[in-house]
Every structure is written in C-alpha cells, then in structure tokens.
C-alpha cells in the first residue's frame, strides 16, 4: 500500500511518498516558489535529488509537477498515479471539531473553510493544495491530518484565557495549539527509548525550529501547550515574538502610527530572534556570531533558552511530575548548546545532563537519551517524522484502524 504525504504552503508543497508494506519512504520533495514564474522542486530518492524547474502558476500545476516526477523518467517511484492509494493532508487549524485525523469529504472542507478565520496563512493554502490533489487524484481518498488535533485532550483549564467567556462562545477564542502531529510522534517514541508504558509518563515535548513550542504531556495526552489561538503565543521563535504583554502592541501602535496589519507584521515576521538579533534569526547564524562576541546575539540565546527553561519547569509543576524532558525539531536535534543552557543546573528537578552524550546527539539522526544513567528525570533527543504520523493516519484510516480500541502506530 502506498501512501502520498502533502503539505501545502502558500507558496510551496512538500510531498513524500510511503511504502506501507516496507515501512519506509521512497521519496521526499519539495516545490518551492509556488504561484511565481520559475517554481523549483527537489526530488530526494536514494539515488540522489533531482531538479526540475517550471512555471507553476498554482497549487494545481505544482501536484500535477509532482506526479510526474513520482511516475516519469529515471527517478519515478510509481509506474502511475492509480498506485497510490490513499493522500494524506496536512491540515494547519481543525478548530474544535476535530480530534483526530478524518477522511475528506465536502462536509469536512466547509468544516475547515469555516475555521480558516483563525489559521488565514494556513488552511486557505492547506484546502486549495487538497482540491489541486483531489483534482488529480479523484478515485483515492484523500485524509486530514490536523496540527491542532493531538491538543483537543487538553482540559478547559489549560486552553480557557482569562477573557471574557463570551468571547470563546462567540469567536471560539481558546488555546489550540499546534506542531500536534510532532508532539504526538515523539511522546510515543520516548516511551519506547524509555522502555516504559505511555500510560505512565509525564513528559515535556520541546519542539525547537522556527517556529517552536512545547507540551506538557501526560499519560500519553496533551494537557497543555504555549502555542494558543494562534501559533504567535510561547516561545520565543525565528521571528514570532511568542508571549509578550498584550498591552505593548497598542502602545507602539499609538507612539509609531501603524496600523494592525502592520503591527501583526512585525509581531510575526520580525520579532523573535530577529527582533532582538536586529539580523539573524538562524539559529546557527546566532550561535557563530555570539561566540564571535556579539552582545545581542549573546542575549538573543539567553532570552530563548530561559524561556524554555520556564516552560519547563511551569508544567513539571502543572502535571505534578516529570519523566522525561524530549528535544526535536531542526535546534532540538542539532544544537547542544541550546539544550545545555536549557537544562543545566536541573539537577533539583532530578535532571542531570550528560555532556559528552549531549554533544555526540547532533545530526537528527539517532534518538539519544543525553542525561545520565542516574537521573531520575531523563533528557532525550528524538528526531521529528510529521510525514510518518501523516502517512499512518491516512493508512489507519483507509483500513478502518483508526478509532478502534487499542489503536497504535508502527512506531510506538
Ligand atoms: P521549520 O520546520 O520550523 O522551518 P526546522 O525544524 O527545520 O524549522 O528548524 C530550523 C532551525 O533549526 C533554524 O533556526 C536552524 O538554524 C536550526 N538548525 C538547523 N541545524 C542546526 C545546527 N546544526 N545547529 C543549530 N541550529 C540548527
């Protein structure tokens, strides 16, 4: 059985193809610049990437660009489309309704149409990537899979704001939350790393790429999260602000003269490590230029790594307990720096880093436990697979798997 994976932006498409049967993916790719003149698209495939470059004026040419390149020529993974059978979708905002991934259907798209008020970047893209594939690929069901869904276990405590209730009545004003599919997959790894059963864990999921959150996780459910209403709130990110005092923005707005659109600009696109960086919000970029002395890259890294260390420690005391604090994503996999000045001097808390295990754990490669054989609390560092959980879920659900009691993924 072989699962398309696709993950529609505004202007790109990431795409993957899973062979079920073998337990591994064939290809991986990406189109990028969707919508401008010259789109490119990288084809991995274990011969190597291949590079094609077309006019793709929409997200209908650039599916149709990734069929052909899955199906033709020397690289083709597929002798013809009809041998997928089943796309999985990436779906940014599912809102309330969904609590796992579901089967497309027209009730479903006016469901995610109604919600795309709260994600406008995302689920606009994500719906018209879906009717490109649906276009192309009528006879295969095609399945949602919802960044929000893994947090709908969080309970009315950790996702009501103290505003006024009206508010979530009326606009359904609520904590979300998002990177569910990521969160999701790396819990359920920690538990096998761990050699212990979900049910009994109480982790801290610390997803650390541009755009970056964390989830307290117990028994296996996300009980709370930073991302809220929109991925805006948290941590501090590449260039999202993450929590701030909601007073600020007015207050600049009045002293500058800018208007919302302006002011939401600056909050998403130019706060974070770039805001405070003034140039860099690369990770590595930071890191070269505060080891060369730069002051505000220096402080760029201790305001990002205290946060995190705050969120660590608020839901530790939240689910009263800790297990295991879990590293992912293109920081948590790569840089042991961050993850030291993140957990050093935890040992009260019963974390005690290893330093060499620490720095071998780069590379997103291997899941590595990085704290010591005798601390009670453990770190681990555990390579994402958003595409797995997606190519899973498609399956489970063409298989009717998915809602039965008992339910497991292959790689828990
Ligand atoms: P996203 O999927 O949100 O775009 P990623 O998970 O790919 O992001 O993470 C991107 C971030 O990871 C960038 O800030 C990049 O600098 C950082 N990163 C990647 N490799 C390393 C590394 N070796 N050391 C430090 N940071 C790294």
Redesign the pocket.
């Known amino acids: 059985m072989v699962i398309l994976t696709l993950n529609c932006g505004s202007s790109s498409i990431k795409y993957s193809v899973y062979d079920a049967a073998a337990k591994r993916f064939v290809c991986k790719g990406l189109v990028d610049r969707v919508g401008l003149n010259c789109s490119t698209l990288n084809h991995a495939v274990d011969g190597g990437v291949v590079k094609l470059e077309r006019s793709c004026p929409d997200h209908r040419a650039a599916v149709e660009m990734v069929l052909e390149v899955l199906c033709e020529g020397k690289d083709a993974v597929l002798k013809d489309p009809s041998h997928i059978k089943g796309v999985g979708h990436r779906v940014v905002h599912g809102g309330e309704k969904f609590h796992k991934s579901a089967q497309i259907t027209p009730e479903l798209l006016a469901a995610v149409e109604e919600v795309s008020e709260l994600a406008p970047l995302h689920n606009p893209p994500n719906l018209s990537g879906i009717r490109a594939a649906q276009h192309h690929l009528p006879a295969m069901p095609h399945v949602a899979v919802f960044d929000t869904a893994f947090h709908q276990t969080m309970p009315p405590p950790s996702f009501i704001y103290a505003l006024p209730y009206e508010w979530y009545e009326k606009y359904d004003i609520r904590r979300y939350g998002f990177h569910g599919t990521s969160h999701l997959y790396v819990s359920r790894r920690a538990a096998v790393v761990l050699g212990r059963p979900l049910d009994a864990l109480k982790l801290v999921t610390l997803?650390?790429?541009?755009?970056?959150s964390a989830a307290a996780i117990s028994e296996g459910k996300s009980v709370d999260t930073s991302m809220g209403f929109t991925p805006l709130e948290g941590l501090v990110m590449?260039t999202r602000c993450g929590s701030i005092d909601p007073a600020i923005p007015q207050f600049v707005e009045e002293h500058e003269k800018v208007g919302w659109e302006a002011m939401d600009h600056t909050l998403n696109k130019r706060s974070g490590l770039l805001g405070i960086t003034g140039k860099f919000?690369?990770?590595?970029?930071i890191?070269k230029a505060a080891g060369e002395g730069d002051r505000r890259c220096q402080l760029a890294i201790d305001i990002e790594t205290r946060v995190l260390r705050k969120y660590v420690g608020a839901y530790a005391a939240a689910m009263g307990g800790l297990d295991a604090v879990v590293f992912t994503?293109?920081?948590g996999?790569?840089?042991a720096?961050?993850r030291e000045r993140v957990l050093s001097g935890m040992e009260f808390l019963g974390i005690t880093l290893d330093a060499q295990r620490n720095a071998k754990a780069?590379g997103g490669k291997s899941e590595d436990v990085i704290s010591t054989g005798d601390s009670t609390v453990k770190a681990l560092v555990i390579p994402?697979n958003e595409e797995l959980v997606i190519a899973e879920d498609t399956l489970a659900i063409l298989e009717g798997r998915l809602d039965k009691p008992g339910f497991r993924y292959s790689f828990e």
């Open positions: 997803h650390i790429g541009n755009g970056a590449g919000s690369d990770r590595r970029e890191q994503a293109g920081v996999e790569n840089s720096m961050i780069v994402t």
